[in-house]
Protein backbone atom coordinates (compact mmCIF):
# COMPACT_ATOMS: atom_id res chain seq x y z
CA UNK A 1 0.00 0.00 0.00
CA UNK A 2 1.11 3.50 -0.81
CA UNK A 3 2.02 6.14 2.06
CA UNK A 4 1.07 9.64 1.42
CA UNK A 5 1.39 12.82 3.47
CA UNK A 6 -2.06 15.62 3.55
CA UNK A 7 -1.49 18.36 5.27
CA UNK A 8 -4.54 20.84 5.26
CA UNK A 9 -3.63 24.34 6.26
CA UNK A 10 -5.34 28.09 7.27
CA UNK A 11 -7.26 28.86 3.47
CA UNK A 12 -10.73 28.95 2.37
CA UNK A 13 -11.40 25.58 0.44
CA UNK A 14 -10.67 23.14 3.46
CA UNK A 15 -13.64 20.65 0.88
CA UNK A 16 -10.38 20.44 -1.09
CA UNK A 17 -8.54 18.70 1.28
CA UNK A 18 -11.15 16.49 3.13
CA UNK A 19 -12.17 15.16 -0.24
CA UNK A 20 -8.69 14.42 -1.57
CA UNK A 21 -8.64 12.66 1.95
CA UNK A 22 -11.91 10.69 0.78
CA UNK A 23 -9.86 9.53 -2.55
CA UNK A 24 -6.37 8.96 -1.19
CA UNK A 25 -7.67 6.53 2.08
CA UNK A 26 -9.40 4.40 -0.68
CA UNK A 27 -6.48 3.08 -1.60
CA UNK A 28 -3.25 4.26 0.33
CA UNK A 29 -2.52 4.55 3.86
CA UNK A 30 -2.74 9.04 4.48
CA UNK A 31 -0.70 10.90 7.31
CA UNK A 32 -2.74 13.93 7.98
CA UNK A 33 -1.43 16.97 9.29
CA UNK A 34 -4.20 19.98 10.23
CA UNK A 35 -3.12 23.04 11.25
CA UNK A 36 -5.08 24.99 14.17
CA UNK A 37 -6.20 27.72 11.81
CA UNK A 38 -7.65 25.03 9.29
CA UNK A 39 -9.42 23.30 12.45
CA UNK A 40 -11.20 26.76 12.85
CA UNK A 41 -11.70 26.78 8.74
CA UNK A 42 -13.38 23.23 8.70
CA UNK A 43 -15.95 24.52 11.32
CA UNK A 44 -16.62 27.23 9.89
CA UNK A 45 -16.93 25.80 6.29
CA UNK A 46 -18.21 22.44 6.95
CA UNK A 47 -19.68 22.38 10.21
CA UNK A 48 -17.27 19.22 11.49
CA UNK A 49 -15.62 20.28 15.07
CA UNK A 50 -12.40 18.71 15.18
CA UNK A 51 -11.67 19.88 18.98
CA UNK A 52 -14.44 17.93 20.46
CA UNK A 53 -13.45 14.64 21.26
CA UNK A 54 -16.48 12.87 19.01
CA UNK A 55 -15.41 14.97 16.33
CA UNK A 56 -11.45 14.19 16.51
CA UNK A 57 -12.72 10.55 16.75
CA UNK A 58 -15.42 10.88 13.54
CA UNK A 59 -12.42 11.17 11.52
CA UNK A 60 -10.63 8.44 12.99
CA UNK A 61 -13.80 6.14 12.85
CA UNK A 62 -14.38 6.65 8.79
CA UNK A 63 -11.41 5.51 7.81
CA UNK A 64 -10.02 3.77 10.61
CA UNK A 65 -6.28 2.70 10.76
CA UNK A 66 -5.38 3.85 7.36
CA UNK A 67 -5.43 7.50 8.38
CA UNK A 68 -3.02 8.79 11.01
CA UNK A 69 -3.48 12.50 12.63
CA UNK A 70 -0.73 14.43 13.72
CA UNK A 71 -0.70 17.82 15.44
CA UNK A 72 0.80 20.57 13.75
CA UNK A 73 3.26 21.70 16.59
CA UNK A 74 4.39 17.80 16.85
CA UNK A 75 7.96 18.13 15.56
CA UNK A 76 8.58 14.62 16.76
CA UNK A 77 6.03 13.25 14.50
CA UNK A 78 7.73 10.47 11.75
CA UNK A 79 7.63 11.88 8.70
CA UNK A 80 9.74 15.17 10.26
CA UNK A 81 12.86 13.14 9.66
CA UNK A 82 13.94 11.74 5.95
CA UNK A 83 14.02 8.30 7.25
CA UNK A 84 10.04 8.22 7.18
CA UNK A 85 9.25 7.38 3.72
CA UNK A 86 6.22 8.28 1.74
CA UNK A 87 5.43 8.56 -2.39
CA UNK A 88 4.09 12.40 -2.25
CA UNK A 89 2.97 15.01 -0.10
CA UNK A 90 0.18 17.65 -0.61
CA UNK A 91 -0.50 20.66 1.07
CA UNK A 92 -4.30 21.19 0.19
CA UNK A 93 -5.43 24.29 0.52
CA UNK A 94 -2.06 25.82 1.47
CA UNK A 95 -1.98 29.12 2.82
CA UNK A 96 0.26 31.94 1.96
CA UNK A 97 1.81 31.50 5.39
CA UNK A 98 2.74 28.28 4.85
CA UNK A 99 4.02 28.70 1.27
CA UNK A 100 6.13 31.40 2.42
CA UNK A 101 7.46 29.26 5.66
CA UNK A 102 8.63 26.03 2.60
CA UNK A 103 9.75 29.02 0.31
CA UNK A 104 12.39 30.02 3.29
CA UNK A 105 13.18 26.69 4.62
CA UNK A 106 11.79 28.06 8.17
CA UNK A 107 10.88 24.45 9.42
CA UNK A 108 8.86 25.99 12.11
CA UNK A 109 5.93 23.61 12.44
CA UNK A 110 5.07 19.56 11.32
CA UNK A 111 3.96 20.99 8.38
CA UNK A 112 6.80 23.49 7.07
CA UNK A 113 9.78 21.23 8.59
CA UNK A 114 7.94 17.77 6.43
CA UNK A 115 7.74 19.50 3.48
CA UNK A 116 11.25 21.34 3.85
CA UNK A 117 12.43 17.67 4.58
CA UNK A 118 10.05 16.57 1.15
CA UNK A 119 12.33 19.00 -1.05
CA UNK A 120 15.84 17.89 0.58
CA UNK A 121 15.13 14.51 -0.16
CA UNK A 122 13.98 15.16 -3.67
CA UNK A 123 9.87 14.01 -3.38
CA UNK A 124 7.12 15.06 -4.92
CA UNK A 125 5.75 17.66 -3.08
CA UNK A 126 2.21 19.52 -4.00
CA UNK A 127 1.04 22.89 -3.46
CA UNK A 128 -2.55 23.44 -3.78
CA UNK A 129 -2.12 27.53 -2.83
CA UNK A 130 -5.16 29.41 -2.25
CA UNK A 131 -5.72 33.23 -2.57
CA UNK A 132 -6.74 36.06 -5.01
CA UNK A 133 -4.76 38.14 -5.99
CA UNK A 134 -1.68 36.57 -5.85
CA UNK A 135 0.63 39.63 -4.76
CA UNK A 136 4.33 39.80 -5.79
CA UNK A 137 5.59 38.35 -2.60
CA UNK A 138 3.29 35.02 -3.08
CA UNK A 139 3.99 34.66 -6.64
CA UNK A 140 7.97 35.18 -6.14
CA UNK A 141 7.86 32.17 -3.44
CA UNK A 142 6.02 30.25 -5.39
CA UNK A 143 8.35 30.26 -8.46
CA UNK A 144 11.11 29.57 -5.87
CA UNK A 145 9.34 26.63 -4.77
CA UNK A 146 8.67 25.68 -8.62
CA UNK A 147 12.22 25.82 -9.23
CA UNK A 148 12.89 23.65 -6.76
CA UNK A 149 11.13 21.34 -7.66
CA UNK A 150 7.43 21.83 -6.15
CA UNK A 151 4.13 21.38 -8.31
CA UNK A 152 2.42 24.10 -8.05
CA UNK A 153 -1.46 22.97 -8.15
CA UNK A 154 -3.71 26.20 -7.64
CA UNK A 155 -7.47 25.18 -7.64
CA UNK A 156 -7.96 26.74 -10.80
CA UNK A 157 -11.05 24.67 -12.27
CA UNK A 158 -11.56 24.27 -16.24
CA UNK A 159 -15.09 24.34 -17.62
CA UNK A 160 -14.23 21.79 -20.46
CA UNK A 161 -16.32 18.82 -18.65
CA UNK A 162 -19.29 20.92 -18.47
CA UNK A 163 -19.62 20.80 -14.40
CA UNK A 164 -22.81 21.56 -13.04
CA UNK A 165 -22.32 21.57 -9.22
CA UNK A 166 -19.91 22.36 -6.72
CA UNK A 167 -18.80 18.69 -6.22
CA UNK A 168 -17.59 18.82 -9.82
CA UNK A 169 -15.75 21.61 -9.59
CA UNK A 170 -13.93 20.38 -6.08
CA UNK A 171 -13.20 16.90 -8.03
CA UNK A 172 -11.41 18.53 -10.70
CA UNK A 173 -8.80 20.40 -8.37
CA UNK A 174 -8.56 17.22 -6.54
CA UNK A 175 -8.25 15.31 -10.56
CA UNK A 176 -5.51 17.43 -10.95
CA UNK A 177 -3.96 17.37 -7.91
CA UNK A 178 -3.91 13.34 -7.76
CA UNK A 179 -2.12 13.20 -11.60
CA UNK A 180 0.41 15.32 -10.20
CA UNK A 181 0.72 12.40 -7.08
CA UNK A 182 0.69 9.75 -10.60
CA UNK A 183 -2.78 8.71 -8.31
CA UNK A 184 -5.16 6.94 -11.03
CA UNK A 185 -8.62 8.30 -10.74
CA UNK A 186 -12.08 9.26 -12.61
CA UNK A 187 -13.01 12.10 -10.87
CA UNK A 188 -13.25 14.21 -14.35
CA UNK A 189 -13.93 13.63 -17.84
CA UNK A 190 -10.14 13.79 -19.58
CA UNK A 191 -10.41 15.75 -22.47
CA UNK A 192 -10.60 13.77 -25.38
C1 LIG B 1 -11.81 32.20 7.55
C2 LIG B 1 -10.39 32.40 7.11
C3 LIG B 1 -10.06 32.22 5.79
C4 LIG B 1 -8.74 32.41 5.35
N1 LIG B 1 -8.45 32.20 4.03
C5 LIG B 1 -7.18 32.32 3.62
C6 LIG B 1 -6.86 32.02 2.26
O1 LIG B 1 -7.71 31.66 1.45
N2 LIG B 1 -5.56 32.08 1.90
C7 LIG B 1 -4.57 32.45 2.78
O2 LIG B 1 -3.41 32.47 2.40
N3 LIG B 1 -4.86 32.74 4.08
C8 LIG B 1 -6.13 32.68 4.51
N4 LIG B 1 -6.42 32.95 5.83
C9 LIG B 1 -5.34 33.40 6.73
C10 LIG B 1 -4.54 32.22 7.30
O3 LIG B 1 -5.42 31.34 7.96
C11 LIG B 1 -3.45 32.72 8.27
O4 LIG B 1 -2.45 33.38 7.55
C12 LIG B 1 -2.88 31.61 9.12
O5 LIG B 1 -1.82 32.13 9.89
C13 LIG B 1 -2.40 30.44 8.30
O6 LIG B 1 -1.81 29.49 9.17
P1 LIG B 1 -1.53 27.99 8.74
O7 LIG B 1 -0.94 28.03 7.37
O8 LIG B 1 -0.57 27.51 9.75
O9 LIG B 1 -2.83 27.27 8.78
C14 LIG B 1 -7.72 32.78 6.28
C15 LIG B 1 -8.08 32.95 7.62
C16 LIG B 1 -9.39 32.77 8.04
C17 LIG B 1 -9.72 32.94 9.49
Same mark, same amino acid.
Given at each position: MRRYILAIT #??? #??VIGLRLLEVLAESSEVHLIITETAREIIKVETGLNLDDDQGGSTVQEKFGEKVTIYSDDDLWAPMASGSFLSSGMVIAPCSMKTLSGIAHGYANSLVERTADVMIKEGRPLILCPRETPFSVIHLENMLKLARAGVRIVPPVIGFYHRPKKVEELIDFVVGKILDQLGVGHSLFRRWG
Open positions: #GAT #GV
